[in-house]
């Protein structure tokens, strides 16, 4: 019997093992992937208070390290089903905790366009930080608007020979800081107001076509392309104990807590207006602390 489940090993998910396991708490982390959720494909964090600047590797790894040497319990399992009296089952096991915590993060978004996944590896990419190294002097373009986009394409302009920038809009959702630091890039050049159409090439990438608000196309001969358009959660295996929105996201009145007493939500899978590191592990203590709260209240 866990105290506290915690479904999701991002900078949320890790943040709320750092406390339980801090107020002395018998804990599990429960990825399905990698540790570190999105974080760890940003190339460059300076936007975290106190920290000038750190790589979301590292910062990910601090954080992973941080929980471990409190002997935090993380596997690698994926959750498959949560029940109201908190037993979680996953790919390979069976758990039962006194609260659980949900803090599953998002996926990439796909373009949905032809031989998009055929080029997976082979000239498509969902992460600069982790793929950026083989496209040295090669010309790359990164399709995106968001910091995620901007910080891939300052990132690749020290790698590759050419960046191209493909947004859908005129105006960046990301920081302005970031645009500012692109223009000044003088192998960056970018492409607005244009989405990209299809994605061409034999063994490899080789070129995509991009496609303007007007309906011109033309064809860009490329080696890499880095997707950058968001990402989407992924919660319907918990929809018998959550309510989620229109878009998948866990519904939560305070931000914590959910439909069902004794689970709780925290990071970017829940409904709420900024989705940034700050916030992520903004959630992650304030889940913990709650569940603890309610936890002892439980046993009063
Ligand atoms: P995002 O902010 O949601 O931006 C996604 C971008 O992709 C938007 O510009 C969007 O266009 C565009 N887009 C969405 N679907 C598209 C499609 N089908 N085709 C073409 N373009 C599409 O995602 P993100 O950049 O991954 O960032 C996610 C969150 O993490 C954000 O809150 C971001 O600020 C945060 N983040 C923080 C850091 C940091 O703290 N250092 C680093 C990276 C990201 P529209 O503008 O038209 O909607």
């Known amino acids: 019997m866990y105290d ?20 002395n708490k018998k804990v599990l982390v429960l990825e399905a992937k990698n540790y570190g959720g999105q974080i760890v494909n940003a190339s460059n964090i300076e936007n975290y208070p106190g920290i000038v600047s750190i790589s979301g590797y590292d910062f990910a790894t601090n954080l992973y ?70 496209y040295k002097d090669k010309v790359v373009a990164i399709n995106g608007g968001g910091n995620t986009a901007l910080e891939d394409a300052l990132y690749l302009s020290n790698i590759a020979q050419k960046v191209y920038l493909i947004h859908r809009r005129e105006e960046f959702k990301g920081d302005l800081i970031n645009v500012e630091k692109l223009k000044r890039q003088d192998n960056v050049e970018f492409i607005l107001n244009s989405t990209i159409t299809a994605i061409n090439g034999e063994d490899n990438l080789s070129s995509i076509v991009v496609t303007n608000k007007e309906g011109q196309s ?3 001969a490329v080696q890499g392309l880095f997707i950058a358009i968001g990402q989407d959660p992924k919660n319907e295996i918990f929809a018998n104990v959550v309510d989620l929105n229109d878009k998948g996201y866990i519904i939560s009145t305070d931000g914590v807590h959910t439909k069902t007493p004794g689970i709780y939500v925290a990071g970017d899978t829940r409904v709420k207006n900024l989705r940034q590191l700050t916030t992520a592990v903004g959630d992650g203590s304030e889940a913990a602390t709650i569940a603890i709260k309610e936890m002892k209240k439980d046993l009063d």
């Open 65 to 134: 390290n941080q929980v471990k040497k409190l002997n935090g319990e993380i596997v690698f399992e994926t959750a498959l089903r949560v029940t109201p009296s908190k037993k979680v089952l996953t790919n390979k096991n069976e758990y039962q905790a006194k609260a659980v915590i949900i803090a599953t993060g998002a996926l990439n978004r796909q373009l949905n366009i032809p031989h998009e996944q055929d080029f997976i590896g082979k000239g498509v990419s969902y992460c600069a930080t982790c793929d950026g190294h083989f």
């Open 218 to 220: 033309k064809q860009i």
């Open 4 to 23: 506290l489940i915690i479904i999701g090993a991002g900078p949320a998910g890790l943040t709320a093992a750092l406390y339980a396991l801090r107020a």
